[in-house]
């Protein structure tokens, strides 16, 4: 049973492009969870969310970044217009419910 | 004030020493969670808690709810332990703490 996917592992774009993350839960698990590391800084929580529904989005900020869990597919954290405050850690991490959580090893995105 | 306060942030320990590592917090919870982050940056999840007492090997989680208190022990420490340990606590929101470095000396 593979554990939480998330590619790319790294990630590098211009200011004003978009980064796609992508994050392939554990097999059997419909929670997938969002976390931001910035440099020196500790983990946010930026957004929860279960196949095809956002339950929580309390620390997505409100411009330029989104995120979806279709019914079939990889969960996908989309961010627009990248700026060099986006550089960080991103790490999914997915839930069979609302309970343990299995973490990927994070896509580092780097802004330029 | 941060909703999830560590001690200590950094500690350092011989090899077999005795770790404690506490958290507390100020927010009501439904669960607490301690994550170990190695130095190339993957996390992963110790325990997770809402009362009691687990172990797991050489490692022990406590938590109090009534005054909102977790303690992560290792016992036998060895330097493969070196990471930063976080606390996070879930209820209405997700909160972390800033992580304690640990780094155990052969």
């Known amino acids: 049973n593979a554990g939480v996917m998330q590619n790319p592992r790294h990630l590098v774009r211009r200011r004003g492009q978009e980064a796609r993350l992508r994050c392939s839960p554990m097999k059997g698990h419909s929670h997938v969870y969002w976390y931001r590391q910035l440099p020196e800084e500790g983990l946010k929580f930026m957004v929860y969310l279960q196949k095809e529904n956002i339950i929580d989005e309390s620390g997505m900020p409100k411009e330029r970044f989104s995120a979806e869990f279709p019914k079939e597919g990889p969960s996908i954290l989309r961010i627009q217009q990248v700026v060099r405050g986006d550089s960080a850690a991103y790490f999914c991490?997915?839930?069979?419910?609302?309970?343990?959580?299995?973490f990927g090893p994070g896509t580092r995105l780097t802004v330029t | 004030k941060n909703e999830v306060e560590q001690s200590p942030q950094n500690l350092t320990a011989q090899e077999g020493e005795f770790i404690t590592i506490n958290c507390s917090y100020s927010v009501g919870i439904s669960a607490l969670h301690w994550l170990q982050q190695h130095p190339g940056g993957g996390i992963v999840s110790l325990f997770m808690l809402s009362s009691g007492k687990k172990k797991h090997g050489r490692l022990i989680a406590t938590i109090n709810i009534q005054e909102k208190h977790s303690s992560l022990h290792i016992t036998a420490s060895h330097p493969r332990d070196s990471a930063v340990y976080i606390c996070?606590?879930?209820?209405?929101?997700?909160?972390f703490g800033t992580g304690t470095s640990l780094t155990v000396i052969p």
């Open positions: 996070a606590v879930t209820g209405n929101q997700f909160y």
């Open positions: 991490a997915s839930s069979l419910r609302q309970d343990e959580q299995y």
